[in-house]
Structure formats: C-alpha cells, structure tokens
C-alpha cells in the first residue's frame, strides 16, 4: 500500500483553513510590527523543503550521521553567503533561533554566577541580555544599564561605570526597541578597559547591517548574534559571526552543548536569504526602511505624538501616545480593528505597567517590503491619529480599515497567497 500522503486541505482542512486565513490577514493590513517581516516564496519553498526530514548533528564534515552529501553543501553554502555579505571570519548558522544563539554565547564563555552586563528591558533590551525573568538573569550574576532621563539615549558613562565597578564577563549591546544607531566602537572600548567580551546582538538590524544602512560590529565586536527572520527577512532562525579564535568555542556550544540536529531546511532558506540580500536591490531597501521610518516618526510628530528621542535612525519608532488621552495598549488593540497592526510597549522611565504601558513600537521592515513609500507612512500616521481620535466608534474603525485594504491591495506582499 502506498503511504498515505494527501495534500494538506485533504488532510487537514482546519489547518489548511487558517493557513489561508493568515494570508489574507498579512495581505489586507499594515504590518508594523518592527520584528516582523514577509519573507520571499523563495524562502518560503525552502523552508517547506525535504531538508527537514534530514537529521544532521555535527558541522560539514564531521557529522554523526550517513547521507549528508547534500546538507553539507546547503551548510557549507549559507556559511561562505553570510561570511561574504558580514566580512565574518567565522559564522555559525545552526542556532534555531535569536535566543537559543545568545544561550550559546553564554554557555561558551561563563559558568553559572559570572557577572554579565546588558541593556535593560525596559530601555529597549532584550529578554535575554539578563533579565531577571529570563533564564540568563537567572543563572548569571546580572547588571543591567539604561538609557539616559535626559535624551532617552544609552548612556556610555554609566556603562563603563558599571562595566568598572562589575567587570562583566560579557558585555552586551543589542536592541530590540531603541531607535537610535549603536555605537560599537565605544562599546569595544569599555569591554577591552574592563577585560570583557563585547557581544553585539544585532536580532533587528542584521538587514540594515548587511544593507549598509547601519554601522556593523562584525570585526569590533568579539562575537556577532542575530535573528534571520527580522530585517534579513529569512526564515526564522538565528545565527552567530565571530572572530576565529573563538570559533570553536561558540561551534562547540552551540552543538553539542545546547541543541541537536540543525535545522537544514532553515538552514536552506537562510542561504537563500542570504542570496537574496546580497543583491543591489537589497542595499536600496535597507535604506527605504530608514527613511519611511523618519518619515513616519516627521509625521506623528506633527500630529502631536511623543516621538521618543525626536526620531529614528533604525527601521524602529517608540511614540508614547500620553499625549493624545489614550494608553498603548489601547491604542493596538483599536489600531489592530482598523487594520493596523502594531505592539504596545514601554517607553523609557514608563510610568505606567508593562502589560498597559504609555507607548507603542512602530516598524517599517514590513512595509517596505511590500514596496510602500513615504506617500503611505503619511497616511500611516494620518490613520493612526485617526484613530487616537475615535478610538471606541466601531464605524470609524471599520471605515479606516477599509481604507488600509485599498491602500494593500495595491502592494503585493512577497510570499503572501490569498
Ligand atoms: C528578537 C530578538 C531576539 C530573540 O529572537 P527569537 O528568535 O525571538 O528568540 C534576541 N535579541 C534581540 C535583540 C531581539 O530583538
């Protein structure tokens, strides 16, 4: 008898339903989440590809299973693509995603209880750089530094204060809603004064990097992690550049130490990401997302909006809506009824809860990709005051998402099937 193999609406017609569902979804609103992106059909094939049948542990060459003729050359392909487009000496595109590859550094350089230093949550950080909730806050002694009450900017005295007074392990820069360029080279400075490694988590910006439209830390910084699935518009999954030296550490971390086999369809799809970045077309986009990003921020701001640090130069803005009566909590959920969706978050030194706070993350990662120009962040921040304005009244909601379909409709998204 033949296996059974049905398509999948003959196998699983739920599934195959809200599939279809999330497509017209992605298609018929603005996406402005800053993390999220569309990633081409081409990624897309890959990742639905027979590499995910395949198991693999080991690296190119020194695998602990037979058959690997062909997923070594998919691993040894992404590798030499993302050495090549980030001028890395080494990369490591096994982790399975963003948090696993920062797990990885951790365990290749500290023991349990070391002193690891990063920006804090609440300032534009990341779960991982040692929050107390998160397993590395958990498991390593952490010190957390912020951002400046005067201009919202990270505030390089008080990280080498405390980079002296705490001689971290690791230092960690990295952000997840900060709209402001790092500076790696002063960060590098502070970790070589204090004997630290500097860690460059680049989960948002790796597209920008590899764009040219954001300072890269690859040869600064002693190792480099990212996300693939952010602004490099890949499947998701994580990655990890480093110096040579210490190649074998982070290798060695990150299998056996942490994870299994890889996973060679993600694997696949990076590589083709990789390609895909790698094109003339790609530097134009990474500077497209800066500027419909402080052409959105320019028009939020003339509408009466609290632009955290007065704009962006990233593909991210933190607006608090203070200003205009409502929380941001509020203002994504009636946003995300008029077809806009976005996430709620907290603005520096926010007065207000986490679950409710005073802001929201505004990206254009999406949008841009989608080919949308500075003629539609102006209606963006139009809608989005719109709705501050009638934030309850169901017809105005509707009547604006009406709009914002008319307006997708005209913007194919890639990868997208309605
Ligand atoms: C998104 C992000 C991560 C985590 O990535 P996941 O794939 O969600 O685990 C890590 N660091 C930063 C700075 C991020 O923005």
């Known amino acids: 008898m033949p296996a059974f193999d049905p398509t999948l609406p003959e196998s699983d017609p739920e599934i195959a339903r809200l599939v279809a569902e999330e497509n017209r979804l992605e298609n018929d609103k603005i996406r402005l989440i800053a993390s999220e992106n569309y990633a081409s059909r081409a990624v897309m094939e890959a990742t639905g590809s027979v590499f995910t049948n395949k198991y693999s542990e080991g690296y190119p060459g020194k695998r602990y299973y037979e058959g690997q003729q062909v997923v070594d050359q998919v691993e040894e392909l992404a590798v030499r693509r993302l050495k090549a487009l980030f001028g890395a000496e080494h990369v490591n595109v096994q982790p399975y995603s963003g948090s696993p590859a920062n797990l990885a550094v951790y365990f290749a350089f500290c023991n349990p209880g070391d002193t690891v230093m990063g920006l804090a949550l609440p300032a534009g950080g990341h779960l991982t750089h040692g929050h107390t909730v998160s397993i590395t806050g958990k498991y390593f002694k952490s010190v957390q530094y912020g951002v400046r009450k005067s201009d919202h900017r ?20 990295g952000t997840t809603a900060y709209p402001r360029t790092l500076d790696f080279q002063a960060f590098r400075a502070i970790a070589d004064e204090v004997g630290a490694l500097l860690v460059a988590d680049v989960a948002h910006l790796a597209g920008l990097i590899c764009g040219g439209a954001h300072p890269s830390p690859v040869g600064i910084a002693d190792v480099v992690t990212s996300t693939t699935h952010k602004t490099f518009r890949g499947p998701r999954g994580g990655m990890i550049f480093c110096k040579e030296k210490h190649a074998a550490a982070i290798d060695k971390a990150v299998f056996p130490g942490l994870q299994g086999g890889p996973h060679n369809h993600v694997t696949a799809a990076i590589a083709g990401a990789a390609n895909e970045a790698s094109r003339p077309e790609f530097k134009t986009y990474a500077k497209d997302v800066v500027e419909n990003a ?64 005073s802001g929201v993350r505004i990206g254009t990662p999406s949008v841009t990709t989608r080919g949308m120009g500075k003629d539609v962040m102006v209606r963006i921040a139009d809608w989005i005051n719109r709705v501050t304005q009638k934030p309850t009244d169901d017809a105005s909601l509707a009547r604006i998402a009406a709009e914002v379909k008319e307006v997708c409709a005209k913007y194919p998204a890639p990868g997208i099937r309605v």
Do not use: E
């Open 294 to 357: 402080q052409t959105l921020g320019a028009a939020l701001t003339d509408a009466g909006f609290g632009v955290i640090t007065g704009g962006t130069d990233n593909h991210l803005l933190l607006v608090d809506v203070t200003s205009k009566g409502t929380t941001g909590k509020q203002l994504a959920q009636a946003l995300d009824r008029a077809g806009i969706v976005l996430n709620y978050n907290a603005v520096p030194f926010d007065p207000r809860k986490p679950f409710d706070p």
């Open 154 to 173: 990270i505030d390089m005295d008080q990280v080498r204060d405390l980079a002296r007074q705490s001689r971290p392990k690791l230092l960690w820069c």
